[in-house]
């Protein structure tokens, strides 16, 4: 399919927080979050995640998508668009947490680390979102 990747704008918002409240997700703007929306030809939202930057790293988090209309190579290239993003912005590496096969992204450059291995503020964060899947949960980590 083919797709169109941007940053959201202030006016893409409220567009963006019904399309996360439709799958059960509350989103929160923050200045330290950049979401990036992938729309198909005729802007219907297709997913949309949050690049978070903290220093020289950023973590790729918030990920919503239309499961219908998004297929694996749909969800890889908005991953890779998305650690791009954040190498553009600065970081030196991204990661990101799943709980599907970490060996999946491989083709993207992530590798599979522990997590201990992520930066402590990082660790804080995902350990608060993703608490409830503590021995499932996958940490990824790109090197920019």
Do not use: W
Not at 2 to 28: C, H, S
Not at 30 to 51: I, N, P, R
Not at 69 to 90: M, N, Q, R, S, V
């Amino acid at each position: 399919m083919e797709t169109i990747i941007y940053p959201a704008k202030e006016e893409d918002y409220d567009k963006v927080r019904n399309f996360a409240n439709q799958a059960g997700r509350n989103l929160a703007f923050t200045e330290t979050a950049q979401y990036l929306l992938m729309t198909d030809k005729s802007d219907k939202l297709l997913a949309t995640l949050g690049v978070y930057i903290e220093g020289n790293h950023a973590l790729i988090r918030s990920l919503v998508m239309d499961s219908a209309a998004c297929k694996i190579p749909d969800l890889f290239h908005f991953l890779d668009t998305a650690a791009g993003y954040a190498e553009g912005k600065g970081a030196k590496a991204v990661f990101f947490a799943t709980l599907i096969p970490g060996e999946l992204f491989a083709p993207l450059g992530f590798e599979v680390i522990a997590f201990t291995d992520l930066p402590g503020d990082a660790q804080q964060v995902f350990f608060d979102q993703y608490s409830r899947y503590p021995q499932t949960l996958i940490i990824l980590k790109k090197t920019c």
